[in-house]
């Protein structure tokens, strides 16, 4: 497919593209943002480029830079995305926006706000667990907050309206995403889990308008395909930690899964979060309102709303097993799996818990595991 | 009530009890052989404690477990017992050698190495049925700790109590602290409704009175220890920080508090009369490896180290006690807690590394320890910074030393002693 080798440039060098060479070209500003919490449409709406802070797509990256710096009971995917900032590879970023989601990604702006100090605006959005309308309260003022600090930084006045535009790009972007999503529960897909996962990659790394674009095109370019040669492999899902490495899903594609659905915040969580309220009365509180009630993260309480709507996924999708992605330190997730596990085996889907580190590829001990899970779940 | 649950609590009763057997025993011991009067009050404080909860079980009174640090005079003005799986659960593990019972049930639960093993006790603790059934479970989340944040989801289903998740913000800001109130009054009222009790609100006039007590008490023992020469022990911070977690207003807390300044003030006076100098003046910037003070004492006569600051368990934030604003000052104290100030936001004003680095130039210390929890994900990402920091700002060396704070077992002890001892000689060197 055409456009999906136009995901993949996006991606190849990344932190490096040419969307944001050319967006730096221009003179226009970039801000990266950690993670799904941080409302990207504000950044957006500034005349921004939102760039997700990530590790790479190749796969396992070697840390020798950010290892010196924290040790390793941070986890692999914030090491990842220091050892890039430290290299210098994030050096165009004009801004670092960055929500409390986990203990890494805190201490990530912390350590690079001191060593990479190159970065004129690091802002910590706050956060607390709870689904409540308390906490969709108080994180209106802190994305009020937010929006300030960027009006402040880069001399610019982020008003409702551009607040609205950035909120119509988005909800376009989403409503995309939920499409390709449903193109998976086809009995014989016609796109498989790894090209998502590129086009998901692209999505967070170039304009939303021209990813929108893009992605339109390659819905026509999906009719009728088989994205499988075999028709389908056994259906899993996948859940838990982020997951930035194509190659990973090759591997467990060709070991006979066929990726249908996953709840990854690197996935599914953007197209299974619905929209952003549209009406333009109270661009942030609508802003507030969805980020909060989104497809909960690990770390949300009570955590039973996030089960909930895995099985719910599960069971649509029709899945035979569950593939958990720990990376190791983790903690929301590990700490979480045990009761997820139970709940999914409840409803007849069985999980593979999978140790691992972000970018790690599957290999010796790895792939005889899955082999085992996938041999156990076919019965055979 | 089912059998399965009354058998459950017998069950769960009968094995808390033992740890209250076994400090019984230290306490005598401890009565038969003298050493300082903080000491002394420190167990006895302790088992009085345990023996409360242990009262409380058997008359068949409501019981709340909570599983973090928090300001809990909120369940004092409610006149319930509780019982802190941080400090007190610690205890027990320590008292009944639990640590690889405790550390193997959590990994049967779903729990990896990697996860933080206090947490990691906390739940094996739970899971192994060490702890007291308690009435309402209530969960928190210190400063966005992840480990701790998840651990009350995870007790809860295990044993289908009442739970009470009390949420917080990461930053003590205006509107932190009144999400906090929030969330406090909330907890609040679920307890009363659960349990039919109801807070008695004038209660709190009394209760202030003794946690500013022991407020003062606390900046007493900070400055004590910062003075010349130093007065302070390892142990004392240390012991001071678990007691206090346990004792929010209550009597017992001050009761060791004002031992602990007594024997502090004696020691001083005695050092200064003798003339005596310690050698090294050494800051504690985080937490002191609770079961191995042994080595601390050997710190302290072999190398003549003696702590000067306690970061972690002694340098308290501004609090204002006001009994007509009883909630928002427990807000206020939970961010002004030491742990919370130095396990939170990290850079900025008031962040953990400007309130390090005061305490450590305030204290004159000539190096500081930092042992951290391994498997402590808010301490290992900062720990090159906080070295970095000290070593350009205040040209001070600070050994960084990775430990499971949780294992008893003396073959780490041995590991570390070998680190700090060839610290030592580096600092000696350098002083020549």
């Not at chain 1, 993260?297 to 009570?302: A, F, I, K, N, S």
């Not at chain 2, 903080?38 to 909860?53: C, N, P, T």
């Not at chain 2, 959590?106 to 206090?118: H, I």
């Not at chain 2, 209660?203 to 130093?230: G, H, N, T, V, W």
């Amino acid at each position: 497919m055409e456009t999906l080798e136009k995901f993949r440039a996006v991606n190849r060098n990344f932190p490096d593209n040419s969307y944001i060479k050319d967006w730096k070209a221009a003179g226009k500003k970039v801000v990266g943002w950690l993670c799904i919490y941080v409302p990207e449409e504000v950044i957006a709406a500034g005349g921004m480029l939102p760039v997700r802070i990530t590790g790479t797509d190749a796969g396992e990256l070697s840390l020798d830079k950010a290892n010196v710096y924290v040790a390793e009971s941070t986890c692999s995917f914030i090491r990842n995305c220091l050892e890039l900032g430290l290299r210098g590879q994030y050096d165009y970023l004009d801004g670092l926006a960055v929500s409390v989601v986990c203990q890494g990604c805190t201490r990530l702006s912390e350590v690079w706000e001191y060593y990479i100090t190159n970065v004129p605006v690091i802002y910590t959005l706050d956060l607390p667990r709870n689904i409540t309308q308390e906490v969709v309260d108080f994180y209106r003022d802190e994305i009020l907050d937010f929006k300030g600090a960027l009006e402040k930084a880069f001399g610019v006045k982020i008003t409702d309206e551009k607040l609205l535009g950035a909120i119509k790009v988005s909800n376009e972007t989403r409503r995309l995403m939920k499409g390709l999503y449903e193109a998976r529960k086809a009995v014989e897909p016609e796109i498989s889990g790894a090209e998502v996962l590129e086009v998901l990659n692209a999505s967070n790394r170039m304009p939303k308008v021209e990813f929108n674009g893009l992605l339109g095109k390659l819905f026509q370019e999906m009719k009728g395909r088989k994205a499988y040669s075999s028709g389908s492999g056994t259906r899993v899902m996948l859940v838990g930690s982020p997951l930035n490495s194509v190659g990973f899903l090759k591997d467990l594609e060709n070991l006979g899964f066929s990726v249908v659905i996953d709840e990854l915040c690197t996935g599914g969580k953007y197209a299974f979060s619905g929209l952003v309220d549209e009406d333009g009365k109270d661009p942030v509180g609508a802003l507030s309102k969805h980020y909060i009630n989104q497809f909960p993260c690990p770390r949300e309480m009570p955590k039973e709303l996030r089960f909930k709507r895995i099985v719910e996924l599960a069971k649509e999708y029709q899945v035979k097993g569950a593939i958990a992605l720990t990376i190791r330190y983790c903690n929301n997730v590990v700490w979480s799996q045990p009761n997820l596990s139970a709940d999914l085996e409840k409803v007849g889907v069985p999980t593979f818990v999978l140790d691992m580190d972000y970018g790690e590829p599957i290999t010796g001990q790895i792939r005889t595991r899955l082999e085992a899970f996938l041999e156990s779940i076919e019965g055979i | 009530m089912k059998q399965d649950r009354k058998d459950e609590r017998k069950r769960r009763f009968d094995n808390f009890c033992k740890s209250v057997d076994v400090l019984e025993k230290v306490y005598e011991h401890r009565k038969k052989n003298p050493t300082t009067k903080s000491e002394e009050a420190y167990y006895k404080v302790m088992l009085d404690e345990f023996r409360h909860v242990r009262d409380t079980v058997d008359a068949g009174k409501p019981l709340i477990v909570v599983t973090g640090e928090f300001p809990w005079e909120v369940l004092n003005a409610l006149d319930v017992t509780w019982f802190g799986l941080v400090s007190g659960g610690g205890a027990v593990s320590k008292t009944l050698g639990l640590y690889e019972t405790t550390a193997n049930a959590a990994s049967e639960a779903g729990l990896k190495p990697e996860n933080c093993s206090v947490c990691r006790m906390m739940a094996g603790l739970y899971l192994t049925e060490y702890v007291p059934l308690p009435d309402v479970l209530i969960a928190n989340c210190i400063v966005q700790c992840d480990n701790i944040s998840s651990l009350g989801p995870l007790l809860q289903r295990s044993s289908q109590v009442p739970y009470y998740f009390l949420d917080a913000s990461y930053k003590a800001t205006k509107r932190g602290m009144q999400y906090l109130t929030g969330q406090t009054k909330k907890m609040m009222e679920f307890l009363e409704e659960q349990l039919g009790l109801k807070t008695d609100w004038d209660k709190y006039e009394e209760i202030f009175k003794i946690s500013a007590k022991q407020y003062e008490l606390s900046l007493r023992i900070r400055d004590l220890l910062k003075e010349r020469p130093a007065p302070g022990r390892y142990r004392y911070s240390t012991q001071y920080h678990w007691l206090q977690l346990e004792t929010s207003g209550k009597q017992g807390g001050v009761d060791y508090m004002q031992a602990l300044v007594d024997d502090l003030e004696q020691r001083l006076a005695e050092k200064r009369a003798k003339g005596e100098v310690e050698r090294f003046r050494v800051a504690d910037v985080m937490l002191f490896p609770p079961h191995h003070l042994k080595l601390a004492d050997w710190m302290e006569e072999h190398w003549g180290a003696y702590n000067v600051c306690g970061v972690a368990t002694l340098a308290w934030g501004k609090i204002d006690f006001d009994a007509r604003k009883p909630l928002e000052t427990i807000a206020q104290k939970f961010w002004a807690e030491p742990c919370v100030r130095t396990y939170g936001p990290f850079m900025g004003p008031g962040g953990a590394l400007e309130v390090i680095k005061n305490e450590v130039e305030e204290s004159q210390a000539d190096a500081g320890l930092n042992f951290y929890n391994r498997t402590c994900p808010i301490q290992s990402a900062t720990n090159r910074l906080l070295s970095d920091a000290m070593k350009k700002e205040l040209d001070i060396p600070l050994l960084v030393e990775g430990m499971d704070l949780m294992d008893l077992r003396p073959e780490q002890a041995n590991v570390v002693k070998t680190k700090l001892d060839d610290f030592f000689k580096v600092l000696a060197a350098s002083k020549k």
